[in-house]
């Protein structure tokens, strides 16, 4: 029986989620905000009739609040890293976990381009010159760093990482990589590096665009920037908790690396005022995707997997931890 026929089925939507998600799903399903009616009242009123998450990562789903949702099947997250849902409980419980993959990855390969150029070529600061009022005053913005003569590591070689290395053809760098294991059908054979160190040693460029999760938790430390070098500059746009981030703040003041791009932190929205501070950073709000056409897709593909479940056809797109291949039994 689909999901029309049946009850109607109650879901959780919890953190900021894009608007649009909880309008489509609002046409089919009962759901709750927790952004308008609290996360607490909600589950003691409604937690055992909650038969599907919605979030976009920003407030954790956590194996607590997964425990009090007796008859949870889905869990639809926003975003193609789900480091915030406790995945693990998820899959004990036979809960199913979706993400949104693939159609980002275009988006975040340009974003991360754009941001790579910009701190080299220090864009943002220039623009601030010019809005300072330094260059009318005759004061001329200084020499930079150059992308000429580098090269370019790029951590994690997924699907992200993959078309980022495309993109970055067309500029004449050469390329290296690390990630879990070499990959066999890249367009090129770009010089795989087995551990994080020996591609740091390798590279003045380090990218970082590793999947998210316990192995990777500040794999990018001490160790890592002072192999990168003086020379090194560093572009995360994967999530805070791959780096160190007091040993990036003391590599950037001591001159360990010679920059950064950043597009994600550890604690968001909470920047270090250290790195504020600072003339070799650029610093963004977790904007990779923000853009109409790939939130848009996003969007999308969360309402597709909730609907899809719920109309007994299967999850579309379910993280490699959780079921796959199952449909919902008439319930
Ligand atoms: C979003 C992301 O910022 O896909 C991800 O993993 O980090 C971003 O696309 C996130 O999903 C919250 O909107």
Request: charged share 20%; proline share 6%.
């Given at each position: 029986?689909?999901?029309?026929?049946?009850?109607?089925?109650?879901?959780?939507?919890?953190?900021?989620?894009?608007?649009?998600?909880?309008?489509?799903?609002?046409?089919?399903?009962?759901?709750?905000?927790?952004?308008?009616?609290?996360l607490?009242?909600?589950?003691?009123?409604?937690?055992?009739?909650?038969?599907?998450?919605?979030?976009?990562?920003?407030?954790?789903?956590?194996?607590?609040?997964?425990?009090?949702?007796?008859?949870?099947?889905?869990?639809?997250?926003?975003?193609?890293?789900?480091?915030?849902?406790?995945?693990?409980?998820?899959?004990?419980?036979?809960?199913?976990?979706?993400?949104?993959?693939?159609?980002?990855?275009?988006?975040?390969?340009?974003?991360?381009?754009?941001?790579?150029?910009?701190t080299?070529?220090?864009?943002?600061?220039?623009?601030?010159?010019v809005?300072?009022?330094?260059?009318?005053?005759?004061?001329?913005?200084?020499?930079?760093?150059?992308?000429?003569?580098?090269?370019?590591?790029?951590?994690?070689?997924?699907?992200?990482?993959?078309?980022?290395?495309?993109?970055?053809?067309?500029?004449?760098?050469?390329?290296?990589?690390?990630?879990?294991?070499?990959?066999?059908?890249?367009?090129?054979?770009?010089?795989?590096?087995?551990?994080?160190?020996?591609?740091?040693?390798?590279?003045?460029?380090?990218?970082?665009?590793?999947p998210?999760?316990?192995?990777?938790?500040?794999?990018?430390?001490?160790?890592?920037?002072?192999?990168?070098?003086?020379?090194?500059?560093?572009?995360?746009?994967a999530?805070?908790?791959?780096?160190?981030?007091?040993?990036?703040?003391?590599?950037?003041?001591?001159?360990?690396?010679?920059?950064?791009?950043?597009?994600?932190?550890?604690?968001?929205?909470?920047?270090?005022?250290?790195?504020l501070?600072?003339?070799?950073?650029?610093?963004?709000?977790?904007?990779?995707?923000?853009?109409?056409?790939?939130?848009?897709?996003?969007?999308?593909?969360v309402?597709?997997?909730?609907?899809?479940?719920?109309?007994?056809?299967?999850?579309?797109?379910p993280?490699?931890?959780?079921?796959?291949?199952?449909?919902?039994?008439?319930?």
């Amino acid at each position: 029986m689909g999901w029309s026929m049946s009850r109607q089925a109650e879901i959780l939507s919890i953190g900021e989620m894009d608007i649009g998600v909880d309008e489509a799903l609002a046409e089919r399903f009962r759901v709750y905000r927790d952004s308008t009616l609290g996360l607490r009242t909600i589950v003691a009123e409604h937690g055992d009739a909650i038969a599907a998450i919605v979030t976009r990562g920003r407030t954790p789903t956590t194996a607590a609040l997964i425990r009090r949702l007796p008859n949870l099947e889905l869990i639809a997250n926003f975003g193609v890293g789900y480091d915030s849902i406790d995945v693990t409980t998820a899959a004990a419980r036979g809960i199913v976990v979706t993400n949104t993959p693939d159609i980002l990855n275009d988006e975040m390969a340009d974003f991360t381009v754009g941001l790579l150029l910009a701190t080299v070529r220090r864009l943002p600061q220039a623009d601030g010159h010019v809005r300072g009022k330094r260059w009318a005053g005759g004061e001329s913005f200084p020499l930079g760093p150059s992308l000429r003569g580098r090269r370019v590591g790029i951590a994690g070689m997924g699907r992200v990482g993959k078309v980022i290395a495309r993109r970055l053809d067309g500029f004449d760098v050469p390329i290296a990589y690390h990630a879990r294991n070499q990959q066999p059908a890249l367009p090129y054979p770009y010089p795989y590096h087995t551990d994080l160190h020996a591609l740091a040693r390798a590279v003045d460029v380090l990218i970082v665009a590793l999947p998210v999760g316990v192995a990777t938790r500040r794999v990018i430390n001490a160790e890592v920037l002072e192999a990168l070098g003086p020379n090194g500059i560093l572009i995360n746009v994967a999530r805070g908790s791959v780096v160190d981030e007091p040993a990036l703040v003391d590599a950037l003041r001591a001159g360990t690396i010679l920059a950064a791009g950043l597009d994600v932190f550890a604690e968001e929205p909470h920047v270090p005022e250290e790195l504020l501070e600072m003339e070799n950073v650029v610093l963004l709000p977790h904007v990779g995707t923000a853009t109409h056409h790939t939130r848009g897709l996003m969007r999308q593909m969360v309402i597709d997997n909730v609907v899809a479940w719920f109309d007994g056809r299967g999850a579309l797109t379910p993280v490699p931890e959780t079921p796959q291949g199952v449909a919902r039994s008439g319930r």
